[in-house]
């Protein structure tokens, strides 16, 4: 089954997640979301996110002025 990851799981530290990217484990930090063709997911803005093998995406950004913030 396709998924994403999205989001760290609650409880990882920043010391956890470095070292899981050091331990090459860093997906085990991630929310597991399970998709299919056709699904549609909206993602706040800076929500960390990677895909799984077997997916095609279009991923929509809205523009932004920095000014604004």
Request: proline residues 3%; contains cysteine; aromatic residues 8%.
């Amino acid at each position: 089954a396709a998924e994403i990851f999205v989001g760290l799981g609650q409880g990882v530290t920043r010391g956890a997640f470095e070292r899981a990217v050091k331990g090459g484990t860093v997906a085990e930090c991630f929310h597991r979301i399970g998709v299919r063709a056709g699904g549609v997911m909206f993602l706040p803005r800076c929500r960390v996110h990677s895909l799984a093998k077997g997916l095609v995406i279009f991923e929509i950004q809205q523009t932004s002025d920095p000014t604004i913030r």
